[in-house]
Structures are given as C-alpha cells and as structure tokens.
Nanobody, 120 residues
C-alpha cells in the first residue's frame, strides 16, 4: 500500500506565498517522476510542475518564474514553493508520483488534493 498525502494548502492574499508538501509513504522501493497538478472549478486538470529523479524540473507556462518544485529524497517528500500568487492560481492541487513498490510493481499514485485559495 502506497499513500501520497498533500498538506500546506489554505487561503492566501494575492501576491502572497505558500508551500505545499506531498509525503509518500508505504511499500515504496523507488520513486520516479513526481509532479504537481491542479484543477480549478469547471476546468481540466493541468500540470503545474514536475521533477525527475535526476532533479530535472518542468513547469506549466502560467507558473514559470513564480513556483519552484523540489524534493527531499531521503524523506520521500516533494514540495511546491508558490510565490506571487494570483487569484487564478486558486484550485485543488494534487500530488502525483510514479512509484515502484517493494513487490516490484510500477504504478501511478495520486494524492487526495489540497485546496489553495488566493483571494483578498
């Protein structure tokens, strides 16, 4: 059993900052790419940021220069540092990871999501 648990969401004013965390736990042998996605009401889920095991990062165009993704590999935690937040960043943010379990199965896992609301 593998779980991804997000935390750190909340209400923040425009221009503010927030840090999200995604903790992976359970029967993990290795973690491959991890990503953050978000979904706003009545919109499709979109990629926010991704990071490979080698540390290569990629960002959605709307967050480049404002968001930074990082990992603490020893603790199996991924972070999303968000700054200069805008109302249009309001969404539920989901953590995704491609994980090889101790039984040898490689699968995609998703967290339950954490709400980020940017509003004055």
């Amino acid at each position: 059993q593998v779980q991804l648990v997000e935390s750190g969401g909340g209400l923040v004013q425009p221009g503010g900052s927030l840090r999200l965390s995604c903790a992976a736990s359970g029967s993990i042998f290795s973690i491959h790419a991890m990503s953050w996605y978000r979904q706003a009401p009545e919109k499709e889920r979109e990629l926010v940021a991704s990071i490979s095991t080698g540390g290569t990062t990629d960002y959605g165009d709307s967050v480049k220069g404002r968001f930074t993704v990082s990992t603490d590999s020893a603790k199996n935690i991924m972070y999303l540092h968000m700054s200069s937040l805008k109302p249009e960043d309001t969404a539920v943010y989901y953590c995704y990871a491609n994980i090889v379990t101790r039984l040898g199965f490689r699968q995609d896992y998703w967290g339950q999501g954490t709400q980020v609301t940017v509003s004055s």
